[in-house]
């Protein structure tokens, strides 16, 4: 079976993260004048990890759409989604206008967060 696939990679990844942060530890880090430099790499390393932890879980669901059948389709109304949307992202869930609308209200939804 395919899903579950993506979890040996997750694991190398976040391994390797602990493996890195264990090394910096070791050799003392960045410069211990600039502790804002640290902060900011620990930060940006956890922003990619977080994006690679989704992106993998995308392809996990993708996968296991081609072992049910129902890859192809979006995931919301079960339209196709047009093979061009596919070439260019094979782990699509949704079709181009419903990625947009997706898109728009997580923005209004941040916006509303953001005048609370």
């Known amino acids: 079976m395919r899903s579950g696939s993506g979890g040996g990679i997750r694991a190398d990844s976040e391994r390797a993260g602990v493996e890195d942060r264990e090394s910096e530890d070791e050799e003392g880090g960045v410069d211990s004048a600039d502790p804002a430099t640290s902060l900011t790499a620990e930060g940006m390393d956890d922003a990619i990890t977080e994006s690679m932890r ?20 979006s995931v919301r109304s ?39």
């Open 54 to 73: 989704n992106r993998l879980a995308v392809i996990d669901r993708a996968l296991q759409r081609l072992d049910d059948g129902s890859y192809g389709r």
């Open 78 to 116: 079960g339209v196709p989604i047009p093979d061009e949307r596919l070439e260019a992202d094979p782990a699509a869930e949704l079709t181009v206008e419903e990625a947009r609308q997706a898109e728009r209200a997580a923005e209004r939804e941040q916006a509303r967060e953001a005048g609370e």
